[in-house]
């Protein structure tokens, strides 16, 4: 058995395979199929949850509550999650895409049964939109700072000071938003970040960013997904062609087609703790 296929770069919601494995956890089974379309959340940086949905079969059909991350060993060790003791696409690990179930597996659910997957597409786009506007708002709030470096970060996809990257700590991704949080901490300082004249300039760097988003919510420009391969650990990029040029940014994620799908995103930066930044980005769709 080797890596789990997966469809979700393409957009694609539903589609067909062959379970491949029927393993039963203390917290559900857990099915892996040989091809899928849903997106699992990552185990080591869990920023956009798994997809939910169904799976069924000759009209019998079981929910799926949310897709997982699993790895199989060379030496038959199974895990899931936050259990796998090893990063991501490490050697002596096959790796799986897991569907959770609410319990026990049906007895239709079987290893070699032909099955339909089909993702919760709401739920799906929803998510996309909030990692694509999470994704513009990281390169809008490094842009809006990048005056407050004293020594150079590196540069993020647009080739501006790499705030995102040198503070970013968490990044949670929702339906239509997303919570990013970044350490002011000494180390940033000591990097030549001025944090101090950061505060003093809060509203007018929260007011450049919801600006710069404006402009690139009005470009439409295209966003995807590239792929290095099929499986679910081949990298993945996302692209958008922004005006200034077109950003890449490696990342496991779902996202939009078209910035056109956005009506508007906007920030609001809350520095009640000195030392971190809390950034919430908000997205209101274009109506269908
Ligand atoms: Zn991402």
């Not at 929910?63 to 050697?91: L, N």
């Not at 540069?155 to 990257?165: C, I, K, T, V």
């Not at 920030?267 to 269908?288: F, G, K, N, Y």
């Amino acid at each position: 058995m080797g890596a789990t296929n997966v469809t979700f770069a393409t957009g694609a919601t539903s589609g067909e395979g062959l379970v491949t494995r029927v393993e039963r956890t203390p917290t559900g089974a857990i099915v892996v199929v040989d091809t899928t379309p849903f997106h699992p959340v990552d185990h080591t940086w869990p920023d956009q949850p798994g997809d939910a949905g169904v799976l069924s079969s000759n009209g019998q059909q079981v929910a799926v509550t949310e897709a997982v991350m699993a790895a199989v060993s060379d030496t038959g060790d199974f895990a899931v999650g936050i259990d796998i003791p090893v990063k991501r696409g490490a050697e002596g690990w096959t790796w799986l895409v897991g569907h959770r179930l609410d319990g026990e597996a049906p007895s239709w659910l079987v290893e070699g049964a032909a099955v339909r997957l089909e993702v919760d597409a709401v739920r799906r786009s929803g998510l996309s939109r909030g990692h694509t506007a999470c994704h513009l708002a990281s390169l809008a709030l490094d842009l809006a700072v990048a005056d407050l470096w004293r020594k150079d970060p590196g540069a993020d996809a647009l080739g501006n000071p790499d705030f995102e990257s040198r503070a970013n700590q968490t990044s949670c991704i929702q339906e239509d938003g997303s919570v990013d949080q970044y350490r002011l901490g000494k180390s940033l300082r000591k990097a030549g970040f001025d944090t101090e004249g950061f505060a003093a300039s809060l509203a007018d760097r929260e007011s450049q960013i919801n600006a710069q988003l404006a402009t690139w919510v009005a470009s439409g420009a295209d966003s995807r997904i590239e792929v290095d391969g099929p499986t679910i650990v081949d990298r993945r990029r996302w692209h958008c062609d922004l005006p200034e040029r077109e950003a890449v940014i490696l990342c496991g994620g779902t996202h939009v087609s078209s910035l056109a799908e956005f009506a508007q995103i906007s920030v609001a930066l809350d520095l009640s703790d000195p030392q971190l930044l809390v950034m919430t980005t908000t997205v209101d769709r274009v109506a269908v």
